[in-house]
């Protein structure tokens, strides 16, 4: 007894598969702006945050004082300019009605915009006194999640010193090596679908780009695709990639109905109660199924469990399926 399948017609896709890793972007800016000593952190590794969210303080004593005595200077000054604004006015008058002469008021003039020069000055410190004091906060440039937690509660920063690493997943890139025999075949903007552990879901992105040296080690490309916006996608997961060429039309039978025999790879097609040995040029193997490229015709109906044992001309009971 055997049982048997009917020759069908299906889509045959060329196409390469290969698993590589999902790799964050790294932000290097979250970096100390300002000098001093490290008094709270907020966040640690793996730590969940959102853009804005403050993630550590720096002692902010000595930047607060600088702040509060540019603050008085500028008072000081706009108080002495406000009064020489009054006396100049005063002395406008005066000098209408011919009571002092001209030559007092330009004292006065230029001492008013002498001190209008140093309020300028003065008003620049302080808004630098208070960017200083502001930057003794430190805030997530970008949602996402700590990487890398750099200093600890009392160390010295110095400016541009890193403090955290973060990455985002809402832009994330796939790292997958394929053989180094599809180097011509590949190029940036071919679709690739995207499939990892982390996401129920695959995702359709394309080559960003193709790294020029062949990895010695494997003998492969490195092919990188981005995956945006996709947050259950994580950093450090694996992920399949899968590039189709090209498809094609095509007949097909299931594997195992395909038998080597001396005289190459065979089919039993059924012709009534007797099976007939059939020579096939077999394509391409794809999820259980065969293309035959010549040999068999659509509809035609073959041995499948069984086949093994058959040869030309076996007569044959069909089970029931």
Partial sequence: YITTSKVIQTTFEDKETAIGSVKGIIDPSVSAEISGKVIKLYARTGSLVAKGDLLAEIDGKNYKYELTLSEAEVRRLQTRLDNQEKIYKRNQRLVEKKFISANALENILTEKNETFEELKVALSKKDIAQLSFEKTKIYAPISGRIEK?????????????????????????????????????????????????????????????????????????????????????????????????????????????????????????VNGDKVEQRVIEMGINQNGVIEIVSGLAQNEIVALDGAGYLTDQTKINISAQ
Avoid: C
């Avoid at 109905?257 to 065979?266: D, H, I, M, T």
């Fill in 149 to 269: 937690q750099i200093p600890s509660i009392g160390d010295f920063l110095k400016i541009g010193d890193p403090v955290f690493q973060v990455i985002n997943n809402k832009k994330l890139r796939a790292h997958i090596p394929f053989p180094e025999k599809l180097v011509s075949k590949l190029k940036a903007g071919t679709p690739i679908k995207l499939k990892s552990p982390t996401s129920p879901n695959a995702i359709i992105s394309e080559i960003a780009e193709l790294k020029p040296k062949l990895m010695s080690d494997s003998r492969s490309i490195d092919v990188i695709a981005d995956i945006e916006n996709q947050l259950d996608w994580q950093p450090g997961a694996s992920v399949k990639g899968t590039i189709v060429f090209s498809t094609r039309q095509g007949l097909a039978v299931p594997e195992q109905s395909v038998v080597l025999r001396p005289a190459g790879q065979v089919v039993y097609v």
